[in-house]
């Protein structure tokens, strides 16, 4: 059954309770177990600056280890769940995600020149935001100069073919790497991971999902425009092609902070906005909240399952492409079954 309009605000309470639970759950697990009256009573403390609570190890474990990566987790989540919606609203195809343009193959390739550069971890960061900017800059570049009946379908059509090109691109950098001390890092980073994240890299991370982030939440009763076609959006007064492209930069923007945060974390942009458009139905406006809500759940509820499912920590990418495969098809069962 849809949400409608008057029960949405009930769905977003509902969800932020739960979200709230899986974040006490989030710091009180993990190979450092931690009771969760203490866990976030260390935390209150050091948000009030109040007197210390709980013991140094746990303090520490707090504040400096599970902290900044359940923010990054919250925010990724957040980011591309945001940027899922927008894409799919912008180009019309639910099967389109933040990746379709070629952010995350530019990302990736900007991170491994940074590896093979040797740079630190804030420079290769820096590598990967700026190259999956330059990928989303190129396809735009083409598909600008591309005369076609179809332009929206000619810049996806673009972005594949781009993505390609990246993708080659990183084949040869880990072909050339250092087997030794350059490989391993390069593909741990091309799974995702939320082990290295520090307070700094939030610091630098952070404004940039809400710079990507913060057009499309204003922007969001506009945006359904995007979903007519293109003579119905003019004749409605609305510039579809620069109202899509500034859809295409802001999501972009969030999308390329958060991989150069933590790395390639597949289908969290493609199937959290589906989850959201069969509960609220199909209007951007009400999808955009639910869909930044469950991305950030679905997000941390992965993170926490990494870190506390194995003795060693499993990558991000392979648990959501585990679930989000079944839950996908699932998903389209559903909407199948209520269109027929």
Known sequence: MLITRSRLPIALATGLAVLAL???ASFALGAFPLAPREALSVLWSAL???QDAGSDSARAVVLELRAPRIAAALAVGMALGIAGAAFQTAFRNPLVSPDILGVSSGCALGAMAGFLLGLPAVGIQAAAFAGGLAAVTLVLAIG????AADPVLTLVLTGVVVGSLFSAGIAFAKTIADPYNQLAPMTFWLLGSFSGVLGRDLVLALP???LGSLPLVLLRWRVNVLALPEDEARALGVD???LRLLVVVAATLATSAAVALVGVIGW???VVPHAARLLTGPAFA???PLAALLGAAFMLLVDTVCRTL?????PPGVVTALVGTPAFIALLAIAGRRTA
């Open 22 to 24: 899986l974040v006490a």
């Open 48 to 50: 009030t600056g109040a």
């Open 144 to 147: 600008a100069r591309i005369r």
């Open 208 to 210: 940039l999902m809400l």
């Open 240 to 242: 579809s092609g620069r």
């Open 268 to 270: 969290v942009g493609l």
């Open 286 to 288: 009400r999808v955009l």
């Open 310 to 314: 194995a003795a060693a920590e499993v």
